[in-house]
């Protein structure tokens, strides 16, 4: 139960996370600006109803504002900070504006001149690295994939070389077809962790190498229900630099082609890295003037 004080809140945009499962989990900070705001702007005025009632606050003014009305919905939340209100944010789960509606919004407010103040709180990614066991001193949240496979391998291709463990969001629907470009585009050997319905009743963290992921998640169908976190190892220092036959084959063909064509070709004849060859063949233009 929240008796706490009902606060005074000044007049700003109040970006509050809420739990991503378990109700618990949710901060005392957040509950008094829940309680305090005079507008709640939510992604679901259903489930954010559902949150209000849990915790026994008086029910709010709430509007909605999601990814199809975010902008029309920005202009009615700066209106009411023009009449001095206090107005939260907050989306079905977890941060808003992180993978979720609510960036657009902020832009407008502070390009209008207002405060926007975060209230921090439960995030699925940090969740899953927390508990993942990969080396995450450096990680690059990506959030959700392209949904057709073509224009997903196209964004994994960016990402093979880099050095960070690589976090993803995806949809149960979405799942295998993503593991399968995930293997095809990284290989078998990288570590993969699994981080399902995170905070919930089914919570189950899974982590293989990539080759054996596609086993794992049809060996059971539940494997495959459920929101996940997908996290990569990153890529190691045996991607760094050329072979001398590709060297000698990207130099041949730019005594002849323009660079990028060069680098196509080269990528083709060799099966070096794009991003490697084109790093090189720029170092080769400089070097020739």
């Known amino acids: 139960m929240h008796n706490r004080q009902k606060p005074k809140l000044e007049c700003a945009l109040y970006v509050v996370a809420t739990p991503i499962g378990n109700l618990d ?94 209230v921090p709180g439960a995030n699925a ?4 690295l927390s ?14 994939l392209p949904t057709k496979s073509a224009a997903r391998r196209r964004e994994l291709q960016q990402l093979l070389e880099l050095p960070y463990t ?15 470009d995930l293997h095809h585009t990284f290989g078998g050997e990288r570590q993969i962790v699994f981080a399902r319905e995170l905070s919930k009743l089914f919570e189950s963290i899974h982590s293989c ?5 596609l086993d794992w998640l049809n060996a059971d169908a539940n494997n495959q229900r459920g929101e996940f976190v997908l996290l990569v190892s990153g890529a190691t220092e045996r991607h760094a630099g050329l072979d001398d036959e590709a060297e000698r084959i990207l130099g041949v063909l730019l005594q002849e082609l323009p660079l990028k064509q060069a680098v196509q070709l080269a990528v083709q004849i060799s099966g070096t890295s794009k991003n490697e060859l084109y790093r090189r063949a720029l170092d080769l233009k400089n070097q020739t003037g």
């Open 25 to 118: 989990d949710i901060t005392l900070r957040a509950l008094d600006v829940l309680a305090g705001v005079d507008t709640i702007a939510a992604e679901d005025t259903r489930n954010t109803a559902h949150l209000l009632a849990h915790y026994s606050i008086a029910a709010q003014r709430m509007l909605a504002l999601h990814e199809h009305n975010e902008r029309g919905g920005a202009e009615k939340v700066i209106g009411l900070l023009a009449q001095g209100q206090a107005v939260a944010l907050v989306t079905d789960a977890g941060t808003p504006a992180v993978s979720d509606p609510g960036a657009l919004l902020v832009q407008l407010v502070r390009a209008a001149g207002y405060r926007v103040i975060p």
């Open 125 to 128: 990614a940090v969740a899953a």
């Open 131 to 144: 508990a993942a066991g990969l080396p995450a001193a450096h990680f690059l949240f990506y959030g959700f």
């Open 166 to 180: 690589l976090v993803f969001y995806e949809a149960p629907h979405r799942i295998l077809e993503c593991i399968e």
């Open 209 to 213: 190498p990539l080759g054996d992921a």
